[in-house]
């Protein structure tokens, strides 16, 4: 039998650990107070013998309980007690150390134990902490179904389960249970609860193992102490009306907003997401919208996600009502636009690192190919400051396009939102494109943060697709609305001035009709001049939209890490991958010319360590998700594989397993299911539902050094709740999201714990008996996001226990034809941030395509550019000098025999002089 340590010896849960920690390669590592010194016991025996023979194994009983320093406490029956056969109840004391040693006695049956002197069962309402220890079973696979059936048993009287705690295989429960109903444990639990004469379910109908087994040996009770910390609790989201269950389809936070907007009315900007029912290409889903409302606003759509702006939040009542609509949310912003995120602390020498050198840059540019004539498009949301960095750190003929203006009815830009800094991203971006290729031409096109559709305009406008934004249609379509108003109008004027010029009389009345008429010209000419600009406005847009379709390069250092499809599925992804193949692109004016296309350079993504991916595994059946093998090491003071601990990896690369009080977090895990495609499902009802039910909960860790309460004492701080999001439906596949999203309620240490099982079918619920066994492999991949501005600046929230090396990059770097983009540090190593893979189910895609440098002495720490954004553009200018240098656009990396996944660098073949 392996030792334990003292620490595990204190309290008698942990002495089990004792009993069953001989097969174990590595113990559970948790942290109790110290014990008290001496147990109150109540005892349960059982002596089934004559007279005589009672009389001996009494005095057995009691010299064993002598020599465990057990001191009986007399009660009325105590004299007769081994005469009485009925008798079976004995009070006492006992030294902690000696308490589960108890059992080791032959009549013993069941023990109760609690600090003496203790008052625990003074109100009999009150719920109490206790630990059970069960009687050990065969196999682990009946140990685990004795655990579960005794807390089913534990539940009709009242009993709340902890969770996430060390249950030493099987062998301890642990929760709370209203006082008065303790000392009835002692009983068996099979008879329990018990009727007026029997018990409410009949011993011969439980399950087995309970059925024959005494499942309960021994009850600790755990009172905590005054100074305990109090467990976290969390709210539950308002309660839905059962006359608007379409009001599920909301999301928890934007159902809070409805519910507000019927008393304050407030506008609001949502995403729909379409059932697969909807003809997405042929656009007969606005007729859909507007025939329910024509006051909703399409501003975008990316696939079967539609973005509207609705001028008043409680509007969102009949929009769930429509039955092709499957979710509604709040629109997704582009990882770290809205927040400031953490900058990490460079390397002392991280000044003298030069990437021209570096990466033979400066060699090429010696030779006259520093991006001349190569067109570069930037994709941000902030721009600021660019205006006064051309000539200097950006190229002369840099051009600005502000696409924000199509979101508002005026027509001009919107106002900026998140963190400004005296040099915005965007600018920052662009300047590492002309520090790369000094003499390209650059087009800055900035976008609002969570209107991803506005990359998808951009990205049609570089190759020429007709398909026009949303947001311009809607534009276009107000202006033709006001130019028919203003028709109506200026009828209504003439007839007016009219009136006036041939009233002559000199009275109010004709004093009046005469102001009235030059008042309405007057008005009149201001709208009609507001809507000469507004057009003038449209003009331009679109003009400076259809200049995009030149462009040789674009750079997008946005990410989107959340709310699409991973696994190259999103709908942007795949857009990406059609139009922008190296081989043509799709929209060209001439079907007999090979047009090039352009060349998409994408940042991959600072996520690594805020991703986790792998698969589902729960290897011993009981409903929770292993974040890492049987084999894998447990880390210091951890017990279990089910859990995963969160950190704060801070500027230095270190991470504290301490997370701040009010940090705003969101976690959101997404996974593929296979879909039957013999299942008849015209209506697109049966697999708006997953077939897997997961939920994820984040724990509160009480009192990690287990002072006062058990180190593995969790509370809960938030859960999923609702139904889980499908983001896509495709033939032979669904995508589905879910999301955890909530303050952090106190300081301390949080871990995640994710539940749910595998059904053995791929048929929906409802129709399974009659479908064959079917086993299929689900890869969920989690990603946590910091949302407030405060927690950012100090760093991320990582995965701390069991990290995944290959999270996947960021959306929409995903498929094949973009060029994805990893950073390197100033100590030419890959930051330690910098995401890595394709994704979770095309783990044979290598991403990224290459490495590159994010540190650049005169840029870095001008704005809050950082990671795999600043590296972007800097792989994007050296895109554009090896184009000027003579390289082909459409096969650039493999024409430089560059190798997926590492650092690039100019080859030397592009560095000699040619031969004539």
């Known amino acids: ?460 406008s570089a190759v020429a697709d007709p398909r026009t934004s949303e947001a311009i249609q809607l534009r276009t379509d107000e202006l033709n609305q006001f130019r028919d108003y203003l028709a109506r109008r200026r009828l209504t004027v003439e007839e007016l001035s009219r009136k006036a010029a041939d009233n002559f009389d000199d009275d109010d009345a004709g004093r009046k009709l005469r102001a009235d008429a030059v008042a309405a010209a007057e008005q009149l000419q201001r709208e009609e001049t507001e809507y000469t600009e507004r057009l003038a406005r449209l003009d331009a847009l679109k003009s400076e939209l259809a200049l995009l379709n030149d462009a040789h390069i674009i750079c997008n250092p946005l990410v989107w890490d959340s709310g699409m499809p991973v696994d190259g599925l999103s709908p942007m992804s795949r857009y990406l991958d059609e139009a922008y193949s190296k081989v043509r692109a799709k929209f060209v004016s001439n079907s007999n010319r090979v047009q090039r296309a352009p060349i998409w350079v994408q940042a991959g993504g600072d996520s690594l360590g805020t991703t986790w991916s792998s698969i589902f595994s729960d290897a011993n059946g009981n409903g929770v998700m292993e974040f890492a093998p049987e084999a894998a090491k447990l880390p210091q003071d951890r017990w279990s594989r089910e859990l995963n601990f969160l950190g704060l990896r801070g500027p230095d690369g270190q991470t504290s397993l301490d997370l701040p009080a009010n940090a705003r977090v969101r976690i959101t895990m997404q996974w593929r299911e296979p879909v039957d495609p013999t299942f008849p499902d015209p209506n697109d009802q049966a697999y708006r539902r997953p077939l897997a039910d997961l939920r994820m909960l984040l724990l509160q860790q009480r009192d990690p050094k287990g002072e006062t309460v058990s180190s593995d004492d969790l509370s809960i701080a938030g859960v999923t709740l609702g139904q889980p999001t499908r983001l896509l439906k495709l033939n032979e596949a669904t995508v589905y999201e879910q999301r955890l999203e909530l303050p952090l309620p106190v300081a301390g240490r949080y871990a995640l714990r994710v539940e749910g099982m595998i059904p053995p079918t791929i048929r929906p619920e409802g129709d399974r008996e009659l479908s064959q066994q079917y086993r299929w492999e689900l890869r969920p991949k989690i990603t946590i996001e910091v949302l407030d501005g405060t927690t950012a600046a100090k760093g991320a929230i990582v995965f701390a226990d069991f990290p995944s090396m290959i999270g996947g990059v960021g959306i929409p770097g995903d498929v094949l034809a973009p060029v994805t983009v990893g950073a390197i540090t100033a100590n030419h190593r890959p930051a330690i941030d910098t995401a890595l893979g394709s994704g979770p189910g095309t783990l044979l895609l290598i991403k990224p395509d290459f490495f590159t440098y994010e540190v650049f002495p005169k840029i870095t720490g001008l704005g809050r550019a950082r990671g795999t954004s600043l590296a972007s553009g800097f792989a994007a200018g050296t895109c554009a000098s090896l184009l000027s240098a003579g390289a082909p656009q459409s096969w650039l990396l493999e024409s430089m025999r560059h190798q997926p996944g590492t650092t690039f660098t100019i080859p030397d073949v592009w560095l000699q002089p040619r031969q004539r």
């Not at 004792?18 to 590595?26: D, F, K, M, N, W």
């Not at 465990?68 to 056969?85: H, N």
């Not at 939102?417 to 096109?445: D, E």
């Open 1 to 460: 039998m392996r030792a334990c340590s003292v620490r595990c010896l204190g309290r008698i849960a942990w002495v089990v650990v004792a009993i069953l920690c001989g097969p174990v390669t590595v113990m559970a590592q948790v942290r109790t107070p110290a014990p008290p010194a001496e147990y109150d016991v109540t005892l349960r025996y059982s002596i089934n013998a004559d007279r005589q023979g009672r009389i001996l194994q009494f005095a057995r009983m009691q010299q064993g309980l002598e020599a465990l320093k057990f001191v009986e406490i007399p009660t009325e029956d105590s004299d007769v007690a081994d005469l009485d056969p009925t008798a079976e109840r004995m009070l006492g004391t006992i030294p902690s150390g000696n308490a589960l040693k108890l059992l080791e006695l032959p009549a013993i049956r069941t023990v109760l134990v609690a600090p003496k002197g203790s008052t625990w069962n003074a109100k009999a309402d009150t719920n109490v902490p206790v630990r059970i220890l069960l009687e050990q079973v065969a196999t682990p696979r009946l140990q685990l179904q004795l655990w579960t059936q005794a807390q089913n048993q534990l539940a009709k009287m009242g009993f709340s389960p902890n969770i996430g705690y060390e249950t030493y295989a099987y062998r301890i429960i642990r929760g709370r249970l209203p006082a008065g109903q303790i000392p009835l444990l002692l009983k068996d639990l099979r008879t329990l609860p018990s009727g007026w004469l029997m018990p409410e379910t009949p011993i011969d109908t439980l399950p087995l193992p309970l059925r024959d087994t005494l499942a309960i040996r021994l009850i600790e009770v755990a009172p905590e102490p005054m100074d305990a910390p109090p467990a976290v609790s969390f709210s539950l989201p308002p309660a839905i009306p059962p006359d608007q269950a379409n009001l599920r389809k909301l999301e928890p936070e934007l159902l809070a907003i409805y519910q507000d907007a019927m008393n304050n009315p407030q506008p609001v900007r949502v995403e729909i997401i379409f059932s697969a029912t909807v003809d997405l290409q042929e656009r007969n889903w606005r007729g859909t919208l507007l025939g329910v409302n024509p006051s909703y606003a399409i501003e975008g759509q990316v696939g079967p996600v539609v973005t509207i702006f609705l001028p008043n939040a409680a509007l969102l009542s009949e929009l769930a009502g429509i039955d092709e609509i499957v979710h509604i949310r709040r629109p997704r912003p582009a990882t770290g636009t809205l927040i400031a995120p953490m900058v990490p602390k460079l390397p002392g020498d991280a000044s003298k690192v030069d990437p021209l050198a570096i990466t033979k840059l400066d060699k090429l540019h010696a030779k006259r190919a520093t991006g001349q004539g190569v067109r570069i498009i930037v994709i941000d949301t902030d721009f600021t400051g660019w205006d006064a960095a051309v000539g200097k750190e950006l190229p002369e003929g840099t051009r600005y396009l502000d696409l924000t203006a199509e979101l508002n009815p005026e027509l001009k830009p919107l106002p900026p939102i998140g963190p400004r800094s005296k040099v915005g991203h965007g600018t920052q971006c662009a300047m590492a494109i002309a520090l790369a290729a000094p003499n390209s031409l650059l087009t800055l096109v900035r976008i609002e943060p969570t209107s991803v559709h506005q990359v998808l305009t951009v990205a049609r």
